[in-house]
């Protein structure tokens, strides 16, 4: 009996130390009933990966700033970012961020505030972005210009992330929103804890978030290469090489991108990544249908800032690759966005 | 191989089953050896040849040093020990350093000179170890060892051979020579040991070094306070981790019967610069200090100045000895500076007992040293002297974070934390368990270990210890 409490406050303390020390982040996902699985808004987190974020989520969930959904001032330009765990860059402090760049450069160019809204989410597809900004950014926020980012593994058909997206019908000749999240385990599992009440206590407990963290861990790492290390097949570690894909533009992505064209509201802008897959797919289809887009290409040579040995990707300090911009990187897309939209926004000025 | 890593304990889980039901001591030493060797090599086999040349070659040596007639005769074979050994090191280590220093310093292209060599884990360590063995014969304290098994494995014993504590051969031969099963009793004080290690290294210094790492990486991105906070956090990740794995070295020894030297005795609650010294590592500052200052430089049995100059040099080649880098030499001049200093006070206020004092005065030390300890470990840390100055800069000229709040928090629980165990570890921790039932020592360690290896599982590559690099 002693010893099962000595147990149970020895696991409450390590519980504590867990959480203050931030050894365990929050757990930073909750499922939305319709959206699926969206930022926990206004809570603190603190990240270690191939970089270093610390910072918090506000009101909507969004990382760096508090902007309300409505302008205050209709003189302020908003832009608004669509995409992946590339434009949420939690691998840098929020003023390293390229949006916080965007934000200094452009007003001082502009003569006029701007607000840079970020809407990025880890491990998300054009399929479950476009969704989530059709269905609710578009309508709750007002926007002047709005930043798609895409890359070539958004052609894919299949999206397994957790969240609703747009899948092709081919009986309805049209994309029809999925939520196939609702049937996967991981849902389940969490719509049953929090049914029983649990689910807060669970994702306030350091214990459990690193439970979370071991499982995560033992996906990508495996158990075995752990246990016996170099005896044992290791897992292949991506390496970030050169290399051209030859892929075909999805029914999905190419409906998308013509939804977002040419639906009424704030100008969709459509960003070109080129990494880690290159595959000029995506530039071709948008010549071809004379989408509006800016290449990264044209400040991205694969993974140097180009015109230098500069890396955008590689970070020192833990020399990793994770696939996500560094200082460098958000540096020099903040600098070429700035650029190439504050001259895009006074010629179209001009000409009104 | 790590002693943080799941591999580690794989290994333990076999080589300590198979230590204990080996009945013949002989066997039990090639076992240990063997697994030693393999320890070693499992980092990179292709220096295992250099471990057990310079094993090797010192047995031999001290045999040659002790069975010379003449004292001329003995003492050439101590200084080709010293040649053979320090170059050795100086190879490895110091070469490149020179080289680049040289190109800097007369602007010349030296570059075809430059060795493509990785260090050798543990070189620092067990050659100063080797070191102390012909040293010790030399000055008639031991008789040279006859059995070459026991020698190679008093150098290759792997609980200390990559990151220490460096032990002495006059302490440690004897023990390695009567390798044994310890008995339950000591087998659980190597289990706690082990345990107290590994939660110091894996859940305070493995989780402070990301943000340590991060800050010092890239300097130039980061504020006041968060420079300062990584400050600060460095000098409870590099206790941590090297007093962490200082206690797991001694638990896998004392599994097997062995007790290796306290290497830490808080040492960030030291009252001055020299009772820090005798606090922190030290297995090499009392090597330095008997072996350099002492028996090399005369001590303080010269002047006065020449006693400020001796402790300036033994902590100058104390701080080169850690890296070729200038800022471990900066490192080491800083230690050297405080201690002159420190002994010019104790002169002056005729008060030469080191920990002597009111008990506000000895606070008072205390939040000094701390602060030039402190000051110290910007340049131990920074990977250039680049970054250290702009570290310095930062705190003259500072400029406000809105995360400084969010960065002093963290820091203050780790701090806390730290002091808590530190203080328990020395204070609380033996009385505390032995009184306590066993069954309820088990209860609070279990917890530790569940959460231990979920955090080893959890992480990509466990974090090398700071030593290592040593």
Redesign the interface.
Known sequence: MIGTLITVIALFVLDQYLKFTRITPPILKYYHDEYGALNVPNIKYLKFKEGLFLGQTNYDGRFREHYPKRKIDSSTFRIVLVGDSFVEGIDVYSRHHFATHMEDIMSKKLGNKVEVLNFGRGNCTLQSSSYYYLNYIKKEYDADLVLFFVEARDLSQISDYPSTSFVFSDSLGDIVASKSWMETLDFKLVKTLKDMGALYYLNNSGLFRLAYRTKSGIGMYGFFPKVFGKFFPQPAVQTYDRFEVNLEMSKTAGRIFDTLSKESGPRVLFILRNFPLESSVLQRYMDSVDYDYIDLKDTLDYKYVRNTTDDAYFFKATGLYGGHWNHLGHKAIGYFLSNRLSNSISRREQTH | ?LFN???FI?FMAIVMPVFYLLKDRQHKKWWILFASYFFYG?WDWRFLGLLIFSSVMDFYLGKAIFSANENRIKKNWLIFSLIANLTILGVFKYYNFFVGSFQEMFSVNLDFLHLNVILPVGISFYTFQSLSYTFDVYRGRMKPEGNLLDYILFVAFFPQLVAGPIERAIDLLPQVKMLKNPGRSGVWDGFLLISLGMFKKV?IGD??A??V??????AN?YSSPELLAALLMFAIQIYADFSGYSNIARGCAKLMGVDLVINFRQPYLSHNITDFWRRWHISLSSWLKEYLYIWGLGGNKRSKIRTYVNLLLTMLIGGFWHGANYTFIIWGGIHGLALAVHKWFCELTGNPRVTHGHYLAKMLGGVVTFIVVLFAWLFFRAPDLTTATYFLESFIHWKGSD?AM??F??TF??YI?SFFFDFVEHRYGELFMRNLNI??Q???L???WI?IV???????KPMPFIYFQF
């Open positions: 191989m890593s799941i591999v794989t499992y859940l989780t402070i990301k943000y790492d991060h800050v010092f990486t890239d991105y995360l969010d960065l928090f963290i629980s780790y934390v069954v309820y088990l209860a609070i279990m917890p530790v959460v979920m955090y080893l599982f959890s992480i990509g």
